[in-house]
């Protein structure tokens, strides 16, 4: 784990990013002749051209062929080193011969039942070892987990209201899609943040029920919660990221999480750690494992299905009472799919082991150190920050916390540099302000190397 501190840095020269801004723009046009000619065929039956929003990219999308360890391929045949792993869901690397062995045995024993598996109960076992919760459910995606989390938080403390993280993503039901991706000026006063619909379709009642509180601030949350206390609303659930993964990597400050872990229980408000980003990624157990404060209930998906959809909720015996007791309907017709469960066994008991996590902490090290060394020696105004598998450049002259300090200090302009930057020199990365990296356990130190040096060709670039 590591959280640099950020260095003497130069002035950058605004006309010269926006110069290099167009040169990369153009070579990456140049490159991907292909995606465009399937963009313009794809637009024409899918919504601009993408199965979800979250891959659309002007002035068009690059399509990818086929992937294998640390690697993809675009539909124009340039490979590239994988950081982007499906917006954090392929630790385990591509093509892992342990997953494609399991599923391919599985399909000939048929791909779908809607009734239980072994594989399911062998899964579950391994997840209550690995977090120390005792109860699980599956669902398929992170979207339903969260969903399926709060629902059973509000049955258990027969409340409604909702405490998140200003600026967390949870997913896109209702509840959560509040108060995310909000401009600087309309965030409100600290101790009493706006609930914000994140787009349209989301009835304002309904983001009125979802209360937005500061990361890193237990003594906010509890001013907070105490006043919806006196407003006669108080919360079932605090849902929260135990390190925040959509502002870049914004690690909690030492006490944080023992502080709202004391808080939650103190007032009867259920602790849910969403751990689709950190659950597998930054250790065995997720961030339960890695910061060792256990919520009451804990939602995974993204790395668990080994790059098959798939979810899951686990929790105390306490909180999942009213699933136990049928007073909760957690239902879905795929949950626990015969190809999931059998992918997420692999992963689990031959792909994400000891020795992979020891790797994983290792090329991340060597990640951060060579993009440390590259912030330092050319004075960029930023830091490399990290855990597990993941990790940034956090381009801000400022210690990013929250969301807050994240959108007064961000350089937006110099992210978007840096993605084209890689994707030219052949590194494939998340696209997005607020992304970070995700690295497998099929990366080698060369690869983090080359990113290194992409990363310093920036930097000598704009420094010049």
């Known amino acids: 784990m590591a959280a640099m501190s ?3 840095r130069v002035e950058l020269d605004r006309e010269r990013i926006a110069a290099l801004t167009r040169r990369e723009e153009r070579r990456l046009d140049d490159r991907t002749p292909g995606s465009r000619a399937l963009f313009e065929r794809a637009r024409a039956t899918l919504v601009r051209g993408v199965p979800s929003a979250y891959q659309e990219r002007d002035p068009w999308p690059i399509y990818l062929s086929h992937g294998e360890g640390s690697r993809v391929w675009d539909v124009d045949g340039n490979e590239l080193i994988d950081l982007h792993n499906a917006f954090g869901s392929m630790v385990q690397g591509h093509a892992h011969p342990a997953i494609v062995k399991a ?39 992170g979207s339903e987990a969260t969903m399926d989390a709060i629902r059973i938080a509000r049955a258990h403390t027969k409340r409604d209201t909702i405490v998140k993280i200003f600026g967390s993503y949870h997913g896109h039901h209702d509840y959560v899609m509040v108060s995310i991706g909000v401009p600087y000026d309309r965030i409100g006063d600290r101790d009493d943040y706006a609930s914000l619909p994140y787009g349209a379709g989301i009835p304002q009642s309904v983001a009125d029920l979802t209360v937005p509180v500061p990361f890193n ?23 929260m990221e135990a390190a ?48 060792g404060v256990t919520p009451d209930l804990v939602t995974l998906a993204k790395t668990l299905g080994g790059g098959l959809p798939t979810g899951a909720i686990g929790g105390t015996e306490e909180a999942f009472q009213v699933v136990e007791t049928g007073a909760v ?79 007064a200090h961000q350089d937006g302009e110099l992210s978007d540099l840096a993605w084209l930057y890689n994707m030219n020199r052949g590194v494939f990365i998340t696209p997005g302000r607020e992304e970070e990296w995700t690295l497998s356990v099929a990366h080698s130190p060369s690869d983090c190397d080359a990113v290194v040096a992409a990363f310093e060709e920036m930097a000598s670039d704009l420094t010049a």
């Open 103 to 141: 599923v391919r045995d599985r399909v000939a024993l048929g791909t779908h039942f809607a009734a239980p598996t072994e594989d399911g109960v062998i899964v579950a076992e391994e997840l209550a070892r690995r977090w120390g919760l005792p109860a699980w459910r599956f669902v398929n995606s």
């Open 244 to 291: 925040m993964m959509n502002l870049g990597v914004v690690l909690p400050k030492p006490g944080y999480l023992e502080a709202v872990r004391e808080l939650t229980r103190r007032l009867g408000v259920v602790l849910i750690f969403d751990e689709v980003k950190t659950g597998l990624c930054i250790a065995a157990g997720g961030a339960t494992e890695r910061f």
């Open 217 to 239: 601030d237990a003594d906010a949350m509890e001013r907070r919660i105490e006043r919806l206390f006196e407003e006669g609303r108080p919360p079932a659930c605090v849902i």
């Open 6 to 8: 950020i260095p003497t």
């Open 329 to 407: 309907y957690q239902v879905g017709t795929y949950s626990g799919n015969p190809l999931a469960m059998a992918a997420a066994r692999a992963s689990l008991l031959e792909v994400l082991t000891p020795s992979a996590y020891a790797h994983l902490d290792a090329v991340e090290e060597r990640l951060l150190r060579g993009c440390q060394d590259v912030v330092e020696r050319y004075g960029l105004p930023g830091y490399a920050v990290g855990i597990g598998a993941k990790g940034c450049v956090t381009f801000s002259p400022e210690p990013v916390v929250d969301y807050e300090s994240f959108k």
